[in-house]
């Protein structure tokens, strides 16, 4: 596609299930980040793939949360054992070399309610 | 720590006048800043960037100030729209990629 797409668009789950959350970012970009927003709030940074390179983990908020891209291309966002303050907009970015050097490009989101 | 915050947290400004939406950083190796729009619903969008050998760039309508000696970076809107209401984002890329995003600031547009 054009843009980055995330899947699904909105999920709602109960407390205590593992969900998991889905980005194709643009094709060619090596760089792919995940953040969380909450309602009204600002972009909080998660993770960040860059090619071949170990993942930057380091604002997974807990070991809860992972996310793994395969073949250098889709991410999966997974969260164990939901919590209610999981709750949030999840978004993924991508980019065509790092961030360094162009702006990310964000999907639309995937909106979490968790029950 | 380091961050990239955001003078006034909301903004309200009438149909056809200027806006300027601020931001504050102080990481002095940051060589790469970004501008972004998110309107309600939707990821946020590019506008503008600048890097660090530049004090101003200029889009449509949308201009980027940066002012490194007091680390403050500036968006302008000309004769803003209504289409123009959305929430706006500063990034600051440091120079080991490190994006550190300011909180926004969301922007009215009065009819």
């Known amino acids: 596609g054009a843009g980055v797409s995330q899947s699904p668009s909105n999920k709602v789950t109960e407390k205590g299930k593992d969900v998991e959350l889905r980005c194709d970012p643009i094709?060619?970009?090596?760089?792919l980040y995940w953040y969380r927003q909450s309602l009204g709030q600002g972009l909080e940074f998660l993770i960040y793939?860059?090619?071949?390179?170990?993942?930057?983990k380091s604002g997974l908020p807990s070991d809860r949360f992972s996310a793994e891209r395969t073949g250098g291309s889709v991410s999966t966002l997974t969260i164990q054992r939901t919590q209610q303050e999981d709750s949030a907009v999840y978004l993924c970015?991508?980019?065509?070399?790092?961030?360094?050097?162009?702006?990310?490009?964000f999907g639309p989101g995937t909106r979490l309610l968790v029950l | 720590g380091e961050s990239v915050g955001l003078h006034l947290p909301t903004l309200s400004v009438q149909e056809g006048d200027n806006s300027i939406i601020n931001c504050a950083y102080s990481?002095?190796?940051?060589?790469?800043f970004i501008w972004y729009k998110q309107e309600s619903g939707k990821g946020p969008q590019f506008i503008i960037d600048?890097?660090?050998?530049?004090d101003k760039r200029q889009g449509q309508r949308v201009t980027v100030l940066l002012n490194k000696t007091v680390k403050h970076l500036s968006l302008q809107i000309a004769a803003t729209q209504p289409g123009d209401s959305a929430v706006y984002f500063c990034?600051?890329?440091?120079?080991?990629?490190?994006?550190?995003f300011g909180p926004g600031t969301s922007l009215s547009v009065i009819p």
């Open positions: 990034a600051e890329i440091t120079s080991y990629d490190k994006v550190i």
């Open positions: 970015a991508s980019s065509l070399v790092s961030p360094g050097q162009m702006a990310q490009y």
């Open positions: 793939f860059q090619g071949n390179s170990a993942p930057d």
């Open positions: 600048i890097r660090s050998n530049m």
């Open positions: 094709s060619g970009h090596t760089a």
């Open positions: 990481n002095s190796a940051s060589d790469y």
